[in-house]
């Protein structure tokens, strides 16, 4: 099977932008965010592309439910809850058909898996979790709570990193939100602002945010994954 390329990931985000741009839109700044906090924290350039690749294809399986629930602004009953917590599973099969990487399918599989192993779609104990998947889990519950939703305002910026703050010790991975803690402000309003959301080489960060370029952390991925739990 080839392997996808760039223009591969062009053309299934012009489908989904076509058939749910906010759910496009949303993939585009998760991926931004995603790359933003792996480079504060200096990872390698393997880590980064599997971020941007699945960030950018992380909720591919919403092309899959239908779009009233997506965009229903009152609670779910049981069954369309169910039809949208299939999302990752819907994003898995497409994506593993197309043949895309297995760090790519792990993002797109787990994003919605919890360190308190409340997540779905297995549940999964923390210590099984990939780092690249916690980064994308943190960075969607962030671009989801600074997003206006139906049936609230969006949260400002500080209102939504003191949230996951608040949640990082049962819910969410602690180094990762507290990476996103220290993202200087710069670069997140940037890619809410739509400026990072490129993934190619040749495209680059605008001068305000390349002047924010912070110090890597380039120990920060080498801790184990088993200590995340004492912290
Ligand atoms: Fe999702």
Not at 128 to 145: G, H, K, Q, Y
Not at 184 to 192: E, F, K, M, N, S
Not at 213 to 228: D, F, N, S
Request: glycine letters at 6%; one cysteine or more; charged letters at 20%.
């Amino acid at each position: 099977m080839p392997i996808p390329l760039a223009r591969d990931v062009d053309t299934i985000l012009a489908g989904l932008e076509a058939r749910r741009p906010a759910v496009a839109a949303h993939c585009r700044r998760v991926a931004a965010y995603s790359v933003q906090l792996a480079n504060h924290y200096g990872l390698p350039a393997e880590m980064l592309d599997t971020l941007r690749f699945g960030g950018l294809l992380h909720d591919i399986g919403k092309l899959m439910v239908p779009a009233h629930i997506l965009s229903k602004p009152g609670r779910l009953t049981e069954q369309e809850w169910k039809a949208l917590q299939a999302h990752p599973e819907h994003g898995f099969e497409m994506a593993d058909q197309l043949g895309f990487a297995p760090g790519i399918l792990d993002i797109i599989l787990y994003h919605h898996e919890r360190n308190d192993g409340s997540g779905y779609p297995d549940g999964l104990d923390v210590n099984v979790i990939p780092w690249t998947v916690r980064i994308v889990s943190v960075m969607d519950a962030f671009d989801a709570l600074t997003s206006p939703r139906t049936y609230r305002e969006a949260l400002s910026v500080d209102a939504a990193r003191s949230l996951l703050a608040r949640e990082a010790a049962d819910r969410y991975c602690p180094w990762v939100v507290s990476g996103l803690m220290s993202l200087p402000r710069t670069i997140l309003d940037a890619v809410a602002h739509g400026e990072l959301d490129r993934y190619r080489p040749d495209a680059r960060p605008s001068e305000a945010v390349m002047q924010t370029a912070t110090t890597p952390w380039t120990a920060a991925y080498l801790v184990e994954p088993g200590q995340i739990t004492a912290w």
